[in-house]
């Protein structure tokens, strides 16, 4: 088997685990992708797309995409990709970066934004009729997320596979999780799947972009580093709180 058909399997593979493992998805679930343009959310909405096919229960998918009101972000790419693959496309417009960047002025943006942009989401998932929304974060993610948590709030914590919204009665999934950066990365490459530049201003500020290359320092005096911390997490009860 060559390089390329390796790494679709892969992904495939290791997307499916995820969701059997965690029990993610059950028959004539409505999924709402949340598409943000950048290649883990495009990824993700393609290889749901493909897994269901042959998945052994029927779920439905749709993408939503939440405009920030930020300037350099054209989604018609994304929509010719999308409906190409028969999923509907669904863009909501807000002023979140409006209101993050240029009234509030935030000095470190980054929780406030991704708080304001997972409502919008939750919101527009309900309102397409999903009871779930898919959500690209991956397994480098949920360790960055981790150390985060540890080094700047003192606290023991990342994103569950499964988290239920009780108040909108949503549940996030993160079919992801098992999926290294570097492999989505190269998957998006290969499958010719159109990702925007990201335009918010703050790309590689943020304190994530520093964790990250903290761990990649780590890496080279540690090359087990990530996968340990990702089995210590798996191991303990962090994901049943």
Not at 45 to 50: E, H, I, K
Not at 114 to 128: E, K, Q, S
Not at 136 to 152: G, K, L, P, R
Request: proline letters at 5%.
């Amino acid at each position: 088997m060559d390089a390329e058909k390796l790494l679709n399997k892969r992904i495939l593979g290791q997307t499916r685990k995820a969701i059997h493992d965690y029990d993610m998805i059950q028959e004539n679930d409505r999924i709402a992708v949340g598409v943000s343009g950048g290649k883990d959310s495009m990824g993700l909405l393609y290889a749901l797309s493909l897994l269901q096919k042959f998945f052994p229960v029927k779920f439905e998918l749709c993408a939503i995409t939440i405009m920030s009101g930020l300037n350099d972000f054209d989604p018609a790419p994304l929509r010719t990709f999308i409906e190409g693959l028969g999923i509907p496309y669904i863009i909501e417009e807000t002023y979140i970066g409006k209101l993050v960047f240029e009234i509030r002025q935030e000095k470190n943006p980054c929780s406030l934004c991704a708080n304001m942009r997972r409502g919008a989401l939750n919101n527009a998932a309900l309102a397409h009729g999903c009871n779930k929304l898919a959500l690209a974060h991956n397994w480098d993610d949920c360790i960055e997320t981790f150390m985060m948590s540890m080094i700047y709030e003192g606290r023991l914590h990342t994103f569950s596979p499964v988290t239920h919204m009780e108040r909108k009665n949503v549940y996030l999934i993160r079919p992801f999780l098992y999926c290294r950066e570097g492999d989505i990365l190269r998957y998006v490459k290969q499958n010719q799947i159109p990702v925007l530049k990201n335009p918010c201003p703050h790309t590689g500020k943020s304190k994530r972009q520093e964790i990250k290359e903290m761990l990649a320092q780590m890496a080279k005096v540690n090359p087990d580093i990530k996968s340990n911390i990702f089995g210590a997490i798996q191991r303990s009860d962090l994901w049943s709180r």
